[in-house]
């Protein structure tokens, strides 16, 4: 399913807490859409395979370049640590210290190394995978156990996005780098929160991330007829469409329970996420005319 300029949609579906039902709606939409691409960037905690159940028949390992010495050339000059942002290298009078760990992969270090004593290998950080869910392109990604950073494995999914096919993104929650990663370049993001405090608060974070990258977005209000009528008169103030309202239904958390995505539960819902892409498709279009 594409829109009238006949090109299908990047949608990134992001929420500023955890809880909020965001993989129940990411995983919704692109099973409505029929063939569809789904890319779980939630890297650290991906779950969206337990409502697909994909044939996964791909996997390929991701790493960064870390810094390593040849001491025969080395001065300890301490160059390489100077020009480290993140402090992972620590110069002695006649040791180098590197912390893998803190390591962000610029290859900095290896740049300025006057002595040309430095050189790069791979630290793997996590891998991709990559299968068939029924109609679904399936692609998610595994942070190893102790790995701090989940960037590099989004961008290298993200390196797998599909021009030919809509592709729903799932980002992790929050607002922090992963988030940042997942929804840029995207053609529209879904902010899915809950009608609660906690939900609202952490909801105006998300708006204010999506605000400073530039990404049109929308808000679903999930357990819509719980809580207060903060969110919806926030977005009413902020000029923040509500895509959808999807109401607390017990059929819907059991569903949960077993792993069946909520369109399975309530097939109804397969029509109002399409038309939902629909008028998503109708806002890219008119921001861009």
């Not at 001491?71 to 390489?80: A, I, L």
């Not at 605000?211 to 923040?240: H, L, M, S």
């Amino acid at each position: 399913m594409g829109f009238s300029d006949g090109k299908p949609l990047k949608i990134a579906v992001a929420s500023g807490k955890g809880g909020t039902g965001k993989t129940t709606i990411s995983v919704s939409l692109a099973l409505s859409l029929g063939r569809a691409q789904f890319i779980d960037c939630d890297v650290e905690e991906p779950n969206a395979h337990l409502f697909l159940n994909p044939n996964l028949k791909e996997e390929e390992v991701v790493e960064i370049p870390v810094p390593r010495i040849n001491f025969d050339k080395c001065t300890y000059c301490g160059e390489c640590a100077k020009v480290c942002a993140y402090n992972a290298i620590a110069v002695l009078p006649n040791k180098v210290l590197i912390f893998d760990e803190l390591c962000h992969g610029c290859g900095a270090c290896t740049m300025f190394c006057p002595e040309k004593a430095m050189y790069e290998v791979g630290h793997p950080t996590g891998v991709i995978q990559h299968g068939d869910a029924g109609e679904i392109d399936f692609w998610h990604g595994i942070l190893n156990i102790g790995e701090p950073m989940a960037v590099p494995i989004i961008r290298k999914l993200k390196k797998r996005v599909r021009d030919d096919l809509p592709v729903v993104l799932d980002a992790a929650p929050g607002t922090s780098c992963p988030v940042v990663e997942t929804v840029r370049k995207t053609d529209f993001s879904i902010l899915v929160t809950e009608p609660t405090p906690f939900g609202f608060h952490d909801f105006k974070l998300g708006v204010e991330v999506l605000r400073k990258i530039g990404i049109p977005f929308g808000a679903i209000i999930n357990r819509a007829d719980k809580g207060t009528d903060e969110v919806r008169k926030y977005c009413e103030k902020q000029g923040i469409p509500v895509l959808m309202e999807i109401p607390f239904d017990r059929r819907v958390a059991e569903g949960y329970s077993r792993g069946k995505p909520l369109v399975d539960v309530l097939p109804e819902y397969r029509d109002r996420f399409r038309d939902m892409y629909k008028r998503i498709a109708e806002m890219v279009l008119a921001k861009a005319a």
